[in-house]
């Protein structure tokens, strides 16, 4: 299992912060493999947004 599919799955058992936290850690690492502008990096950093603003509702 992925990251990518670890966070989301944290973050839809109910645990957005974590979830959010888990994205945070893999753009980094996605820009720095694929580049800023790749479809993937794209992706998770859509990914840390939502979660980010799930994360923020839940509290």
């Known amino acids: 299992?992925?990251?990518d599919n670890l966070?989301?799955?944290t973050g839809r058992a109910g645990d957005?912060?974590?979830a959010?936290?888990?994205y945070a850690d893999l753009l980094?690492?996605?820009e720095h493999v694929s580049g800023p502008e790749?479809?993937?990096t794209l992706i998770t950093r859509a990914n840390?947004?939502?979660w980010s603003d799930e994360a923020g509702r839940l509290h």
């Open 28 to 30: 980094p690492i996605s």
């Open 7 to 9: 966070a989301y799955w």
């Open 48 to 50: 840390l947004a939502y």
């Open 1 to 3: 299992m992925s990251i």
């Open 16 to 18: 957005g912060a974590a």
């Open 20 to 22: 959010r936290a888990m």
């Open 38 to 40: 790749h479809p993937d």
